[in-house]
């Protein structure tokens, strides 16, 4: 018996639709596991083996995701870096990442069960988040990793390596590093490139550098960067951005 993942946004339309599409699929002998949109934090923050707290269950064979590209995003954060191939119905004002929309779903959930769709490759962040050398935070990034600043910081020092050699420090509001699909979301709005999904190319972008001199740069995907705070970079925090500006 295959198993479906199912991840569905807080909205009447997209939860009567689903609620159809589960019965659909369990009536095509298709194992359901369900779930609502969550917050960064909680994933993986209860136990991970268990497909409704913790992370997405290792023998999904797809997820189809019913919601706007924050439901989208949402998904692909509780897939981490599983090969498990998500895709993305339209319900919401922001679409950017959906495959098809709900009028052809059904089309669609036959062919991937029949194994007639292509499926295409997307490139991820891993970030890890290092305090005294200790390890606070793993996460698997499909958009964008943000250090931004406070409600009241001053511009922060950012000190950026690349491959352990000294790149640049960057004294700006804060820095964005972005995958493609993360290209057309807060880095394009801060003066970022669109880069091509099938460029493997990864984006740092300032955001409101203070030197002129300081623009955006692509690295290869394969790059390992490490970015670290000036200790009177008081105020500044740090997050994997939803699609909030995706287009």
């Known amino acids: 018996m295959k198993k479906i993942g199912l991840v569905v946004k807080a909205d009447p339309q997209a939860e009567k639709t689903a609620d159809k ?4 699929l369990t009536g095509h002998s298709m194992m359901v596991v369900r779930r609502e949109p969550f917050n960064p934090g909680e994933v993986g923050s209860a136990d991970r083996n268990d497909p409704y707290t913790g992370n ?35 319900f919401g004002d922001l679409g950017f990442l959906a495959e098809t929309t709900a009028e052809n779903l059904y089309p669609v959930a036959r062919a991937v069960l029949d194994n007639q769709l292509t499926i295409r ?3 991820r962040l ?12 793993r996460e698997t990034v499909l ?13 922060a020092d950012i000190i950026t390596y690349i491959d352990n050699q ?3 420090t960057y004294r700006a509001d804060g820095l964005i590093v972005a995958t493609p699909t993360g290209s057309t979301a807060y880095s394009l709005a801060a003066g970022g490139p669109i880069i091509h999904p099938n460029v493997q190319g990864t984006i740092i972008t300032p955001i409101c550098p203070f030197t002129l001199t300081n623009r955006p740069l692509i690295v290869p995907d394969n790059a390992a960067i490490k970015i670290r705070l000036e200790k009177r ?12 500006g995706i287009r």
Do not use: H
Request: charged share 20%.
């Open 143 to 155: 958009n964008d990793v943000v250090i931004n600043r406070g409600a009241l910081a001053r511009l």
């Open 56 to 90: 997405a269950p290792a023998d999904l064979s797809c997820v189809f995701v019913l919601g706007g590209d924050g439901t989208f995003i949402s998904a692909v954060r509780w897939i981490g870096d599983q090969p498990i191939a998500v895709l993305g119905v339209k």
């Open 121 to 123: 490759p997307r490139m």
């Open 233 to 244: 970079a008081e105020g500044l925090q740090s997050g994997m951005k939803q699609p909030s």
């Open 126 to 137: 891993v970030v890890r988040v290092l305090r005294d050398e200790k390890e606070i935070l």
């Open 21 to 24: 599409f589960q019965a659909w």
């Open 166 to 168: 000294y790149l640049t």
